[in-house]
């Protein structure tokens, strides 16, 4: 199995322990080189430490991974898993692909509609 699909495989491991989520999972590994240095999956609205002022907050599993560890340079692979345990499109929203582009994350491997396996340079 490539080193790709394995860290593809492992985001999809996360998003299906997600907490708190009903519908649909993320889940997120950050890479560098052959080293895993982040996994994370979003989070539910109702969880007691997503609360803020506004109310309650939910996170992306990107965002969730970014602020574990530096990551410049580093690969992150982001993958969809609906309850039927198919794949779908995970390619991160504006405000998940801002982040990235500040934390200095070098490439992103996500899902697409299809479940293939997508990714974007230059980020």
């Keep these: 199995m490539s080193r790709q699909l394995r860290l593809i495989d492992r985001a999809a491991s996360a998003a299906a322990m997600?907490?708190?989520?009903k519908r649909t999972t993320v889940g997120c590994v950050i890479a560098r080189g052959n080293r895993i240095?982040?996994?994370a999956a979003n989070t539910s609205r109702n969880?007691?430490?997503n609360l803020t002022t506004d109310g309650p907050l939910s996170r992306?599993?990107?965002a969730?991974?970014?602020r574990m560890c530096d990551t410049e340079?580093?690969?992150l692979y982001v993958v969809r898993l609906h309850a039927n345990g198919s794949y779908g499109m995970s390619l991160p929203c504006q405000h998940c692909h801002k982040a990235i582009v500040k934390a200095g994350i070098a490439r992103v491997f996500y899902t697409d509609w299809?479940?293939?396996?997508?990714?974007d340079r230059g980020y």
Excluded: F, K, M
């Excluded at 997600?18 to 989520?21: E, F, H, I, Q, R």
């Excluded at 299809?114 to 990714?119: A, E, F, P, T």
């Design 73 to 75: 340079g580093a690969d």
């Design 18 to 21: 997600s907490y708190g989520v």
């Design 114 to 119: 299809n479940g293939s396996i997508r990714v």
């Design 60 to 62: 992306h599993a990107e």
């Design 47 to 49: 969880i007691p430490n």
């Design 37 to 39: 240095i982040a996994v």
């Design 64 to 66: 969730n991974a970014l």
